[in-house]
């Protein structure tokens, strides 16, 4: 059943107060601490980590990490399977393949609204085609304002909140722990740069994950919990304010575009800007995309000096563009120019050969 005028109004009503609620957060203070990574990873999970959790007895902040006596332990592992059926490290990570796919149906979600579609949505089956059409509906509402940074958010701090808890009472080790959680470490360091901007993607996300397969019944209070708690991390002396976004000495790389081919970008592109990318007919026998990305004034001349290119992983320029990760699965022949703002089709120019 499609989603009705009704329910959409209340989910744009949604995204209007989220959005003014955002505006009223502070940005990072100039004297904010950087926190460590390990800091930062729990840092990352604040939200969940506030909740009252059976067997735990405080609250798991940035300091340290929990572990339960033998008693604790037992009553926070029957809380763990009986409520997400999380008894091992296996079932923890199957958990997080099938529940947490709020921002992986956003990236699919994507690729639609910017022409360069994931896979032919007429090829699912009628109910399946109805529930995503309706969800992508649903998640468009918001795209204006997350656009490519995503609601990634609401999934990480979700489960590493859970893994904290896992870690806590047993189910997996200290080893076990790191790194599951490495991964979304290094990824919200992709598409965020503070944590206004990742309470920005909990919150949309949290929105997302209400209205997913739902009617808007229970969003309000919900929401409302969401903003309570995100308002109270950036109150002063609170961790989101305490601290600054974390920063390594050296980039960390992350994996954010899978099967990762290889592709073509030329060295002034790397340097002063990607502003054009296409996509030519792979070469034969090598695991190339056909993805050619330049700063887009370069001569005929230029590109044919073998040393003015580079051949780089897809994924290497996903990490430094995550805006183009939309538009990777776009046909042979496709073009796209930046304006400054916004990635917009342009004629195929390919350089002479």
């Not at 008894?87 to 997080?96: C, G, N, P, R, V």
């Not at 099967?259 to 002034?268: D, E, H, R």
């Not at 190339?288 to 330049?294: H, K, M, Q």
Request: proline letters at 5%.
């Amino acid at each position: 059943m499609s989603m009705t005028k009704k329910e959409l109004n209340t989910i744009k009503k949604q995204v209007d107060a989220i959005k003014e609620f955002l505006r009223k957060l502070p940005d990072e203070r100039e004297d904010a601490v950087q926190p460590t990574r390990v800091q930062f990873t729990r840092l990352l999970s604040a939200p969940a980590s506030a909740r009252k959790i059976p067997g735990i007895p405080v609250r798991m902040n940035e300091d340290g990490e929990y572990k339960c006596n033998d008693e604790e332990a037992e009553t926070t592992k029957n809380f763990l399977n009986q409520m997400f059926h999380v008894y091992s490290k296996e079932s923890l990570l199957d958990f997080q393949r099938v529940q947490f796919r709020s921002s992986v149906h956003y990236e699919q979600f994507m690729t639609f609204w910017k022409g360069a579609p994931l896979f032919n949505v007429n090829t699912l089956d009628e109910n399946v085609q109805e529930i995503f059409n309706e969800s992508m509906q649903k998640a468009e509402t918001f795209y204006p304002i997350v656009q490519e940074r995503g609601i990634y958010a609401w999934d990480i701090n979700e489960y590493i909140g859970l893994c904290r808890v896992a870690r806590a009472c047993g189910i997996i080790t200290d080893k076990d722990y790191e790194e599951i959680v490495d991964h979304f470490v290094k990824k919200v360091q992709v598409f965020y740069h503070s944590f206004k901007e990742y309470a920005e993607s909990l919150l949309f996300g949290a929105l997302y994950f209400m209205v997913e397969g739902n009617g808007p019944d229970g969003l309000d209070q919900f929401l409302e919990i969401q903003k309570t708690i995100v308002s109270n991390l950036f109150e002063d002396g609170a961790p989101w304010s305490h601290y600054a976004w974390y920063r390594p000495e050296e980039r960390e790389w992350a994996q954010v575009y899978p099967g990762n081919p290889g592709c073509i970008v030329s060295k002034l592109a790397l340097s002063d800007g990607i502003g054009y990318m296409y996509r030519d007919i792979p070469m034969k026998d090598t695991p190339d995309s056909g993805w050619r990305f330049l700063h887009g004034d370069e001569s005929d001349k230029y590109i044919d000096n073998q040393e003015n290119i580079e051949v780089l992983d897809v994924n290497t320029i996903c990490n430094l563009r995550p805006d183009i990760l939309a538009y990777l699965e776009a046909p042979v022949d496709s073009a796209y120019g930046w304006d400054g703002k916004n990635w917009t089709p342009e004629p195929l120019d390919k350089p002479e050969t």
